[in-house]
């Protein structure tokens, strides 16, 4: 069901500048290096299908997931051959379903292999391992190099129903401006890999670590924010790419008025007229995503900035506007109309939060429109 098509309210992706990104970071792969574009949580917000298609045109080889069903979906969407990683914890049970979809799944524990070792065994299925390590992202993964070569040993005692594939970590602090808990990390991952055979992937990387910590090594980079244009590390490091944003974010007045001084707008009567002034409703509010704590950021109305006055409701919000303006006029939420811009993360700034949630909190009911 496409639920936001009849609607003033949209996002624009420009899939030219998500190609553009992937191209960038393709630039800068080592020998042997490739790309597997990080496409969970709806491509954060921007579509997965049509996202994970460009990327794949611009050269990425791979795709990681958070969750089965995404990488399903890809499956089903003509995804045949990729490597597609989900990422996250997957039950045990659903072992058989991710070896029959050829999904490659992260692995924490041994206790997960050998729950799913008879299963698959009476599947005759084998499952694709990406075994996890917890170098001090504090999240999924083996600490310590005793369970892990268990869980290796383990694995190649089935060969029938595993393939060591993958040898991951992740960073916690990649976009940081001070490298040592980075540096501390990935000494971490050379002590636990040591000596092990490694399998056909090594990855580290996540965009961070692929801008800013080129020699982190691995032959794959999960490459997610970059891709879609924005800085990991919001505004604490200066991107070394030229890339572009691909998400923009416009409504339009449906509804312009003119309140008298002592009027008042929005749940709760938060905001009072102190004079008359022109009113105008747009059609967005915090089930698209656009959070209620928006109150009183400041939007671009045919291009000039005007506030969020009263609270934003759940499907729509009130601005204040210069003058009279008519129905249909342009609202920009996140992109330039003229010579201003409201970036994604203005918005998450204002929000006290990260860029990420931004885009990935754009619900199913605004309608994705792309762009080449
Ligand atoms: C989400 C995620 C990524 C992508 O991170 P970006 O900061 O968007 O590049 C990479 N690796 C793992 C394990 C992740 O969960």
Redesign the pocket.
């Known amino acids: 069901m496409v639920v936001g098509r009849h609607r003033n309210t949209k996002a624009i992706i420009n899939l030219g500048a998500i190609a553009e990104n992937v191209n960038l970071e393709r630039k800068q792969l080592a020998q042997g290096q490739e790309i597997f574009a ?1 496409v ?1 949580a709806n491509a ?1 917000g921007h579509g997965l299908l049509p996202v994970a298609k460009t990327a794949r045109k611009a050269g990425a080889t791979g795709f ?1 997931v ?1 969750v089965i069903d995404e990488g399903i979906a890809l499956r089903q969407a003509g995804f045949v051959n990729e490597t597609i990683l989900v ?2 914890v997957s039950p045990s049970s659903e072992a058989v379903y991710l070896a029959k979809n050829n999904l490659s799944t ?1 692995v924490s524990t041994i206790d997960f292999l050998q729950a799913a070792q008879p299963q698959l065994s009476q599947a005759g299925l084998k499952l694709r391992v990406h075994i ?1 390590l917890d170098t001090g992202m504090g999240r999924i993964g083996f600490k310590e190099s005793q369970t892990l070569r268990k869980a290796v040993d383990y694995m190649h005692e089935y060969p029938e129903q595993f393939e060591f594939e993958g040898i ?1 970590t ?1 960073f916690a602090q990649a ?1 940081s401006a001070d490298s040592s808990y980075y540096q501390q990390q990935l000494a971490k991952f050379k002590k636990l890999t040591e000596g092990l055979t490694l399998p056909r992937y090594v990855h580290v ?4 670590a ?1 801008l800013w910590h080129k020699a982190c090594g691995g032959n794959v980079i ?7 244009g924005l800085n ?1 590390s919001g505004n604490e490091l200066e991107v070394p790419l030229p890339i572009k944003p691909a998400l923009s974010l416009y409504s339009e007045l449906v509804h312009v008025k003119k309140i008298a001084a002592g009027e008042s707008v929005g749940y709760g009567s938060t905001y009072t007229a102190k004079k008359s002034e022109w009113i105008g409703t747009v059609p967005i509010g915090y089930a698209d995503g656009w959070l209620r704590r928006m109150q009183g950021f400041k939007l671009l109305v045919a291009g000039k900035y005007c506030e969020t006055v009263g609270r934003v409701c759940m499907d729509q919000l009130m601005v204040r506007l210069p003058s009279q303006l008519p129905i249909g006029t342009k609202v920009t939420l996140i992109g330039k109309d003229g010579e201003n811009e409201i970036t994604a993360q203005d918005v998450a700034n204002y929000a006290q939060t990260i860029h ?1 949630e931004i885009t990935c909190c754009l619900s199913e009911r605004i309608l994705r429109k792309y762009q080449d």
């Open positions: 990080v969970k954060y990681c958070a990422l996250g992260a996890s991951f992740h976009d990387a996540n965009s961070a692929a999960r490459y997610g924010i970059t891709m879609y990991p990420y």
